[in-house]
């Protein structure tokens, strides 16, 4: 798998953020959703995005791949303003996964695999990667996916289409992937294997990632850091272990936590109270 390398300001010789938010500001008729937004992620950093329902996690998501505009403020991919970028140029550095992954449409695992090499090719269809199909193996491999490549997806159940849905955001090689509840729809066993591929193909290839996550146990476990949204505000921004604290998520959530570490990986995880 591609690496991807850090971009550095030619005067300062800086990190350049992969991505940059200055108050940025959005607002849906008339109605704010987001509020003097200032952020920076850096290259090969994992993000989970955190807050209760209606505090503008998703809308942010969408600032960053381009899909929204805001009303105030900029964002910036590598310090151009992602409105200079066109749409293919985007498509080549940021993936999208969302909660649903795919629809159960009637294509075979393969040919879905390869949608995600479609940035990348000409109006003829030619791939500019010599070594497309190898990397279509590959990945069909990585994600046990090899005896399904011939069945179309509406004969896979969620967590097989989630796995082939992935496997297309691989094939993108994006240098920046945006998930929304990647796993909404998987049971417990999936949950973990999908985050420990997401989290695997991270440390290879360097990839950035940005992750609105609900299950605050699997963000303190794989995210490096942590955002945290309420009322489209900024209200913390830290490592899990300065965020996972009793009063902040009391204060998030309006729940009565309690918090402990991971016996093995001495992460911090939430438990509920009764109230």
């Given amino acids: 798998m591609t690496s991807v390398r850090k971009q550095h300001d030619q005067r300062t010789g800086e990190a350049v953020p992969v991505v940059e938010l200055r108050q940025v500001g959005k607002a849906y008729s008339r109605k704010p959703v987001l509020h003097d937004i200032n952020w920076q992620v850096y290259t090969g950093e994992y993000w989970g995005i ?14 960053i791949s381009g899909m929204e505009q805001p009303n105030t403020g900029s964002v910036l991919l590598e310090g151009r303003d992602i409105g200079s970028y066109s749409r293919r140029r985007i498509a080549r550095f940021t993936a999208v996964l969302g909660q649903e992954g795919l629809a159960p449409l009637h294509y075979p695992v393969r040919e879905v695999l390869n949608m995600g090499r479609y940035p990348y090719q000409s109006w003829l269809g030619r791939d500019e990667l010599d070594t497309a199909d190898e990397l279509i193996d590959q990945i069909m491999d990585r994600l046990d996916l090899r005896s399904l490549a011939d069945r179309p997806l509406d004969q896979l159940s969620g967590g097989q289409r989630q796995r082939v849905a992935f496997g297309k955001v691989m094939a993108q090689q994006p240098r920046l992937l945006l998930l929304d509840e990647p796993t909404t729809y998987l049971d417990i066993a999936y949950q973990i294997h999908f985050m420990e591929w997401l989290d695997e193909w991270r440390r290879e290839s360097g990839i950035t990632i940005i992750a609105v996550l609900h299950d605050l146990n699997l963000a303190a476990r794989y995210c490096d850091r942590l955002l945290a949204l309420n009322e489209g505000q900024m209200i913390h921004a830290g490592t899990p272990q300065q965020l996972m604290q009793e009063e902040k998520i009391r204060d998030l959530f309006r729940v009565e936590p309690a918090i402990v570490h991971h016996p093995d990986i001495h992460v911090p995880q939430l438990l509920l109270k009764r109230q």
Avoid: R, V
């Fill in 50 to 63: 955190i807050g209760p329902n209606g505090s503008g996690k998703t809308t942010l998501l969408q600032l």
